[in-house]
């Protein structure tokens, strides 16, 4: 089993920044790939970024390019996502995920599915 508890949630104002951690614990060895999903109410869960183990492989949702970072220090057991520039309709609860398998692709959803998620960290940007 794999435990994960997400942080660094709150309110922003739009423009600004917030980075999201997630400490993994117990049988961490059977993670490989990691991720960041966010579901706002009345809508579905997406992928906003995910990381494979040693990070060389990364994958961003086009929405998110070039103002969010997904990282991991496998050594700390801890992933991060650096959000800059966020906008109002980002509001979301954010969800870090540990899965083993495939780590990026239109499948993804359901491979982070088959692994063990946190409870969600509630990001909220006001305009």
């Known amino acids: 089993q794999v435990q994960l508890v997400e942080s660094g949630g709150g309110s922003v104002q739009a423009g600004g920044s917030l980075r999201l951690s997630c400490a993994a614990s117990?049988?961490?060895?059977?993670?490989?790939?990691m991720g960041w999903f966010r579901q706002a109410p009345g809508k579905e869960r997406e992928a906003v970024a995910t990381i494979s183990d040693a990070g060389g492989a990364t994958y961003y949702a086009d929405s998110v390019k070039g103002r969010f970072t997904i990282s991991r220090d496998n050594a700390e057991n801890t992933l991060y996502l650096q959000m800059n520039s966020l906008k109002p309709e980002e509001t979301s609860m954010y969800y870090c995920?540990?899965?083993?398998?495939?780590?990026?692709?239109?499948?993804?959803?359901?491979?982070?599915?088959?692994?063990?998620w946190g409870q969600g960290t509630q990001v909220t940007i006001s305009s």
């Open positions: 117990g049988s961490t060895y059977s993670i490989y790939c």
């Open positions: 995920a540990a899965w083993g398998g495939v780590c990026s692709g239109s499948l993804i959803l359901g491979w982070a599915n088959s692994g063990y």
